[in-house]
C-alpha cells in the first residue's frame, strides 16, 4: 500500500535551517509530483510547493521563495524539504503530500519547533 | 491563486443531526481535483471525498460531497460523535489550496 514516512521532530533554533524528509513506497515515485503543506498550532493548512521527482524541477509559494529548497533521491523515493532562516513563526508540523488514482495521500507529519 | 472560502466558520449541533458544509471558490475548479478532510487536534488530515464526490477507503456512506466549478458542499447524514472535527476543502491543481475550515462542535 502507499506510505509516506517522513522524518522525526526537529527543535532548532532562530536563524537555523531545517531538513525534513519524506520516504515514498508502495506506488512508482517518479509518476507523482510530491507537495509539502505545513499547519502552525491552532491554523490552517498551508501549501508550500511542489517537486516533480522524475526531472526534480520545483515550483515554490511565494511567500517561501528564497528560503526553500525541495530536491529528491530517486535511488531511495525520497524527497527532502529543507527551510531556512528559520524563525518562531516556522514552528508547525510539516507534511508531505500527493494526488494519487484514489485521491491525496499524506505523510504523517514532522513537528518542528522553533525556539530560543 | 484559487482561494477557497468555508462557511460557516463553526456548525454547532447535535448528534443524529445533518451537517452541510460549503466551500466556495474565487475561480471554476475542475471536480476532479477538489478534496474534503476531517481533522481532529493532533491529527493529520484524514481523506474523506476526493474528486468532489467519491469517498476515500473506509468513510462511511454518511459523509458525502457534491458541487461543481465554483460551490461544493460536504453533507454529514446523521452526525456521529466521533464526527465532531474541524473540516477542510482542498483543491489539487498544479498548486493546491486549502479553505480555513468548518469547525463542527457539539450544541
Known amino acids: 500500500q502507499v506510505q509516506l514516512v517522513q522524518s522525526g521532530a526537529e527543535v532548532k533554533k532562530p536563524g537555523a535551517s531545517v531538513k525534513v524528509s519524506c520516504k515514498a513506497s508502495?506506488?512508482?515515485?517518479?509518476?507523482?509530483?510530491m507537495h509539502w503543506v505545513r499547519q502552525a498550532p491552532g491554523q490552517g493548512l498551508e501549501w508550500m510547493g511542489i517537486?516533480?521527482?522524475?526531472?526534480?524541477?520545483?515550483t515554490y509559494a511565494l511567500k517561501f521563495q528564497g528560503r526553500i529548497t525541495m530536491t529528491r533521491d530517486t535511488s531511495t523515493s525520497t524527497v527532502y524539504m529543507e527551510l531556512s532562516s528559520l524563525r518562531s513563526e516556522d514552528t508547525a508540523v510539516y507534511y508531505c503530500?500527493?494526488?494519487?488514482?484514489?485521491?491525496?495521500?499524506w505523510g504523517q507529519g514532522t513537528l518542528v519547533t522553533v525556539s530560543s | 491563486e484559487i482561494v477557497l472560502t468555508q462557511s460557516p466558520g463553526t456548525l454547532s449541533l447535535s448528534p443524529g443531526e445533518r451537517a452541510t458544509l460549503s466551500c466556495r471558490a474565487s475561480?471554476?475548479?475542475?471536480?476532479?481535483?477538489l478534496a474534503w478532510y476531517q481533522q481532529k487536534p493532533g491529527q493529520a488530515p484524514r481523506l474523506l471525498i476526493y474528486a468532489a464526490f467519491t469517498r476515500a477507503t473506509g468513510i462511511p456512506d454518511r459523509f458525502s460531497g457534491s458541487g461543481s466549478g465554483t460551490d461544493f458542499t460536504l453533507t454529514i447524514s446523521r452526525l456521529e460523535p466521533e464526527d465532531f472535527a474541524v473540516y477542510y476543502c482542498?483543491?489539487?491543481?498544479?498548486?493546491?489550496?486549502f479553505g480555513q475550515g468548518t469547525k463542527v462542535e457539539i450544541k
Open positions: 475561480q471554476s475548479v475542475s471536480s476532479s481535483q
Open positions: 482542498q483543491q489539487y491543481g498544479s498548486s493546491w489550496t
Open positions: 517537486i516533480i521527482p522524475s526531472g526534480g524541477s520545483t
Open positions: 508502495g506506488y512508482t515515485f517518479t509518476n507523482y509530483y
Open positions: 503530500a500527493f494526488s494519487g488514482n484514489y485521491g491525496v495521500y
